[in-house]
């Protein structure tokens, strides 16, 4: 201890000096060059960082992470804004993972709902029986992972009452749902039962139209558009973490605020 | 030695994090805003654009924001506590301002002492550190609208809080341009950074 104080004090100055010595003026541009190659070098393989294996199943490791940390973070008290029908997005935009020609086409008539895994009650439903279930309506924004969004009208049954009704566990993870077009995600039970979560059967006051997801949608004005599926034709209470069409690719599976 | 120490180690560990982090995030960050430009006059090109597409780039964006924000706080926590923050971004007054900027555009400021930062660097050090927590603050209003009411009403909305954190990412973009600018002018304030002295 005693010796390292007794060695002469360094200066900043003679540091620099030293250092300049040693870097002769060719060698320090050298240097400096290779600092920036080196830099743009690792810029640039950045953007193939995502195809490494590894990398990319540490990035889905945090993913979940984050499903943990938004689940905590959710208050199943707190509501998404709602708007007057004059700050309604006219037209509302169709958005799917397919063109609005291939939008499926649902016969009212014949649909079955279909409630499969933890339900106690009632499992299928028909169209008429979901239409005389209490109706409420919402003007919500609807936001997307991709940036935008709109503001629309939705109208239906309160999903906490649907889910009561038919007897499902409510102590359940997880609440999966299955479309027409083949299309599925899944959500988390407390977004399953926050008061604005709605079964939606109708758009601006008539019947949903099939490019909003006739003859049913789930409307969740605190999830991400992926998260709101279209054309739901059976709906799984679980445990077992059910995934997603989006979610499996990458999408962050609690998808919403 | 001690005396002779610019930069004490948690400030280079800070500021190095800082960087690699910053610049992952504009990088994820423009390919989300591809997604849905807000400018459609404003584009990122793919060479610049980090996570292939969007689910990528966001897989990205949301794993380094927690290395940002927790590395930032630290930082913070730490200058603030140990009095460096006002130590060496204060007092900043508007006359030094005024007479180091015209001094900096003739190219007569001088840079002698590393350790004492002239009127201009702590602005700038400043607006960057404000701004990067703006960021935060305006990425948390786009990431949870419904859960922080009190921010999305500060932000303007959900719409605008886009807006807002891209104008803060253009902010933190031009300070970056000219910091390493002027880094390659005084190529020994980055020796400074690296080993502290």
Partial sequence: MRSTKSTPTLDAASIIKDAQKELQSSSRRLFGKRILTLGGLALLSGCDLTNEKSVNHLLRTVSSFNDGAQGLLFDPRKLAPTYPDSMITRPFPFNAFYDIDQVPDVDGATYRLELKGLVKGKRVW???ELSALPQCSQVTRHICIEGWSAIGKWGGVRFSDFLSRSGADTTAKYVALHCADDYWTSIDMPTALHPQTQLTLTYDGNVLPAKYGFPMKLRMPTKLGYKNPKHIVAITVTNEFPGGYWENQGYNWFGGS | MKSTTIHPVWVRVFHWINAVAVILMCMSGWQVYEASPIFSAIRFPAS??????????????????????VNLGTYLALSICTGRLRRTLFPLTLRALITDLVAALRGKLGHSDLSQY????????????????????????IWKPVQFPVLRMLMGGFDNARVVHFAAMSVLVGFFVIHVAMVALVPRSLLTMIRGR
């Fill in chain 1, 126 to 128: 028909t169209l008429g």
């Fill in chain 2, 118 to 141: 002239n009127a201009v660097q702590k602005l700038a050090y400043l607006v960057v550190i404000v701004d990067i927590v703006l960021l935060i603050l305006s990425g948390l209003t």
């Fill in chain 2, 48 to 69: 610049v654009t980090l996570g292939g597409w969007l689910g990528g780039a966001l897989l990205w964006h949301f794993a380094i924001m927690w290395i940002l924000a």
